[in-house]
């Protein structure tokens, strides 16, 4: 499958799946790969082909979709947001606690992935020292879509690749 016509497919599909064209560009080449080996499995020749075939099996879409869900996760991914996070967001969510007098920080990783992202908050926290602020604790809630990668996280052993 030629990008451009993968493109057009994934323009058309993915709205129908709640998801957006913006979050592809960077990951469409991993979507078209798995995409074009679907079609090949159903033995269709081209994304019009595999769009009738969505069209005639709703079945499929459940099986697109998870074509469709690409994850990245690594360690400290977005480096500038978990500076900002250990700079500025977490020193005023610790000062708001302790003027409610909670005792405990609650931070949800929304689609964690395999949970590096939620992992990298916790190893922020113990090595800013923010763990010794009398009385609070964190507590990190991570969820995700695809339960095959929440039994990853809740394992939390990494290959070295996630250490980039």
Known sequence: MKDTECVRFLQWALPQLNLRWAGFRKVRKQACKRIQRRIFELGLSVSDAYQSYLNTHPEE??????????????????????QYLYQEILPQLIQLARERGDTELV???????????????????????????????????????????????????????SLK
Do not use: M
């Not at 879409?61 to 978990?82: M, P």
């Not at 964690?112 to 992202?117: D, F, V």
């Open 61 to 82: 879409w459940t099986i697109l979709d998870r074509y469709c869900r690409i994850t990245i996760s690594i360690f400290y991914r977005d480096r500038q947001i978990f």
């Open 107 to 161: 931070c949800w990783s929304a689609g964690c992935a395999s949970g590096e992202e939620a992992y990298t908050l916790s190893i922020i926290w113990h090595l800013a020292k923010f763990s010794e602020v009398p009385n609070l604790s964190l507590r990190i809630i991570a969820t995700d879509a695809n339960a095959y990668l929440l039994e990853r996280a809740t394992t939390g052993c990494y290959e070295w690749g």
